[in-house]
């Protein structure tokens, strides 16, 4: 069965200060894996995607970065984080082949 | 310009009633429409999806009820129970291809309260 762990569970960061969130996927070759943000209480909106190991696209800019090191890893940064970067992180894996995508259990991050 | 809208914030429901949500999309090559769960603090679980070509899809007490034509659907949750209070979002993607890109988009969520 295929599990998806991301880390850390949440952060308390300052403004200004450099962003590393990571998300690691066990059981499944090669899956397709996203980035959203969801602000409290709100929707959910995607950051990013990729298809294989190094590369990348953006969906919408908000002055982070992402990257695929390994087939199983998928990494969310940003060098200074905003205010507004305060909101719930999650990674989402889907298969070849099949249009529905599965969620992790996110990461809470909190700016001030 | 919404492409996904969820016509309710939120929903209060007794238990054993039947909770209905609803659900339109703006957008006619939309083809997949799955339906997540999100309890407070927790990634959102996929509860039940259905294709463009289907106009019903049941799994359980769970029942999505589409129509191509008006561009809506709705989802059915039979015998509400207290567990079932949490964030349902309707969702939608497509055209299907294997680009990988497969953007999903959200409506903004239905909070659903079952009053024991």
């Known amino acids: 069965a295929q599990t998806i762990h991301q880390w850390p569970v949440a952060e308390i960061k300052a403004v200004g200060s450099p962003l590393s969130l990571g998300c690691t996927i066990k059981?499944?070759?090669?899956?397709?894996l996203y980035w959203y943000w969801q602000a409290t209480g709100g929707t959910l909106q995607q950051l990013f995607y990729?298809?294989?190991?190094?590369?990348v696209e953006s969906v919408v800019q908000l002055n982070l970065s992402a990257s695929r090191p390994k087939d199983d890893q998928f990494i969310l940064s940003t060098e200074k984080l905003l205010l507004s970067h305060s909101g719930f992180y999650l990674c989402?894996?889907?298969?070849?082949?099949?249009?529905?995508?599965?969620f992790g259990p996110g990461t809470r991050l909190l700016v001030l | 310009q919404q492409q996904v809208r969820q016509s309710s914030q939120s929903l209060t429901v007794w238990e054993g009633e039947t909770a209905i949500l609803n659900c339109s999309y703006e957008?006619?090559?939309?083809?997949?429409f799955p339906w997540y769960q999100q309890f407070p603090g927790e990634g959102p679980a996929l509860l039940i999806a259905?294709?463009?070509?289907?106009d019903k899809k049941e799994d359980g007490r769970f029942t999505i009820f589409f129509n191509k034509r008006e561009k809506n659907l709705s989802l059915h949750i039979k015998d509400s129970q207290p567990g079932d209070s949490a964030t349902y979002f309707c969702?939608?993607?497509?055209?299907?291809?294997?680009?990988?890109?497969?953007?999903?988009?959200f409506g903004k969520g239905t909070v659903l309260l079952v009053s024991p």
């Open positions: 989402a894996w889907r298969d070849w082949g099949d249009d529905t995508q599965y």
């Open positions: 059981g499944k070759s090669s899956p397709n």
């Open positions: 990729s298809i294989t190991v190094g590369q």
């Open positions: 957008n006619s090559a939309f083809d997949y």
């Open positions: 259905i294709r463009s070509v289907s």
């Open positions: 969702a939608a993607s497509g055209p299907s291809h294997d680009s990988g890109y497969n953007k999903l988009t």
